[in-house]
C-alpha cells in the first residue's frame, strides 16, 4: 500500500518561496499509471489543486497560480516536491501530496501546516 | 474554470437516516466527478469516481449518480463515522473542488 509524506517548513515570511516535498514509499513514483499531486487548504475552506506532475517530468499547474509554482520530481529518492514563491498570508493552509490515477486522488499525506507570518 | 456548487452547506441528520448531497457544475463534465470524504484532522479520502464507481474499500451504503452537470452523492443510511465533510471534485478541465457539504448530527 502506498504512503506519502509531507515534509518542510511550518513556518515561511512573506514574500519568501516555500518549498515543500512528498517521500513516497510503499510503490515506486516511477509508474505510468500514476501521476502525482499538490492540494492545499485554508483552514477552515475548501480544497485547491495546485499542480501535477507525472514521473517524465511533464508538469499542470492551476491557471491563477502557474507564475508562482514550480512542481519537480526525483525518481531516485522517490519524492517529488513543491516550490511556490511569493507567499502571503492568502498561502497559509494545510499542504497535502496526493498520487493522482485518472485525474483522482486516491491515496493522500496527512498533510503539513505552513503558515505565513513574520 | 469549471465551478463546482454543493448544496446544502450543512446537513443535519440522525443515524439510520438517508443523507442526499448534491453538486452542480458550471457546465458539463460528462461523468468526470467525483467525492471524497474528510473527517476533522484527516486528509481526505476518495469516495467515488467516475460519479458511480465506488473506490476500493468503500461500503456498498455510499453510491453516487448524475452526469453533465447534476450530481448527487447518497449514503442510505447514516453510520457515526459518516458525519463529515463530503466534497465533490470535477476532472472535466484542470481539477477543481466544490465548496463542501458537512453532514453533521441532529
Known amino acids: 500500500q502506498v504512503h506519502l509524506q509531507e515534509s518542510g517548513p511550518g513556518l515561511v515570511k512573506p514574500s519568501e518561496t516555500l518549498s515543500l516535498t512528498c517521500t513516497v514509499s510503499?510503490?515506486?513514483?516511477?509508474?505510468?499509471?500514476?501521476?502525482w499531486a499538490w492540494i492545499r487548504q485554508p483552514p477552515g475552506k475548501g480544497l485547491e489543486w495546485i499542480g501535477t506532475?507525472?514521473?517524465?517530468?511533464?508538469?499542470y499547474y492551476m491557471p491563477s497560480l502557474m507564475s508562482r509554482v514550480t512542481i519537480s520530481v526525483d525518481t531516485s529518492k522517490n519524492q517529488f516536491s513543491l516550490k511556490l514563491t511569493s507567499m502571503t498570508a492568502a498561502d497559509t493552509a494545510m499542504y497535502y501530496c496526493a498520487r493522482q490515477s485518472n485525474g483522482w486522488f486516491d491515496s493522500w499525506g496527512q498533510g503539513t501546516l505552513v503558515t505565513v507570518s513574520s | 474554470e469549471i465551478v463546482l456548487t454543493q448544496s446544502p452547506v450543512t446537513l443535519s441528520l440522525s443515524p439510520g437516516e438517508r443523507a442526499t448531497l448534491s453538486c452542480r457544475a458550471s457546465?458539463?463534465?460528462?461523468?468526470?466527478l467525483a467525492w471524497y470524504q474528510q473527517k476533522p484532522g484527516q486528509a481526505p479520502r476518495l469516495l467515488i469516481y467516475d460519479a458511480s464507481k465506488r473506490a476500493t474499500g468503500i461500503p456498498a451504503r455510499f453510491s453516487g449518480s448524475g452526469s453533465g452537470t447534476d450530481f448527487t452523492l447518497t449514503i442510505s443510511s447514516l453510520e457515526t463515522e459518516d458525519f463529515a465533510v463530503y466534497y465533490c471534485?470535477?476532472?472535466?478541465?484542470?481539477?477543481?473542488f466544490g465548496g463542501g457539504t458537512k453532514v453533521e448530527i441532529k
Open positions: 510503499g510503490g515506486s513514483i516511477s509508474s505510468s499509471d500514476y501521476y
Open positions: 506532475i507525472f514521473y517524465s517530468g511533464s508538469t
Open positions: 471534485q470535477q476532472r472535466g478541465a484542470w481539477l477543481t
Open positions: 457546465q458539463s463534465v460528462s461523468s468526470f
